[in-house]
């Protein structure tokens, strides 16, 4: 992945890597990408494909990326036309998303720092039910940062200057 960012950024360009899932379910698709979890973590966006049913013709395409807002839509395969259609936006992650708000609204007190490995700890001593990732976590943080200002007046930062990524949170001013 370092070499393939290397190239990226030398000549500026984009580059798509297909990549498949394994087969364990897991109820946060980014953990489903098959192999280390170094490779969300090393790439700007993951496009990952949920099938309800293999054999099924619905899905969700979830949308993550390290700088915008995460999407989740609703497609339906048509085999006549070997071709995805978009049904409609899925609100499962929307709900999925204001937990997190929620649970970061109570959980911070002031302000706290350290890595999204920390902060998952802290949140799953906090509530018992929480179950992200770490990366997955830091993607989810970044963006929702724009609303976690708005409407929690929590700050969300992040300093990737050496080698170990933390995480800073703050009560932000309204």
């Not at 099938?51 to 999407?71: H, M, P, Q, V, Y």
């Not at 609303?147 to 995480?167: C, G, V």
Request: charged share 30%; proline share 2%; aromatic share 8%.
């Amino acid at each position: 992945m370092n070499k393939l960012r290397e190239i990226t950024d030398k000549h500026r360009i984009t580059l798509l890597l297909v990549h498949h899932t394994r087969k364990m379910y897991d109820p946060d698709p980014l953990n489903t990408v098959s192999g280390s979890t170094g490779l969300i973590g090393a790439v700007d966006g993951a496009f990952v494909l949920v099938k309800n049913k293999r054999t099924g013709s619905n899905a969700k395409l979830i949308i993550s990326n390290r700088d915008t807002e995460s999407f989740c839509f609703e497609l339906r395969f048509e085999a006549d036309t070997c071709r995805w259609d978009f049904m409609g936006n899925s609100t499962e992650d929307a709900d999925e998303e204001n937990a997190l708000c929620f649970l970061l609204n109570d959980f911070l007190k002031d302000e706290w720092s350290g890595t999204a490995t920390e902060l998952c700890e802290e949140l799953k001593k906090h509530d018992s039910s929480f179950s992200l990732a770490p990366v997955t976590l830091s993607t989810k943080l970044n963006s929702l940062s724009g609303l976690l200002k708005k409407d929690y007046a929590i700050a969300f930062e992040r300093d990737r200057s050496n080698k170990t990524k933390r995480i800073f949170l703050r009560r932000a001013e309204q």
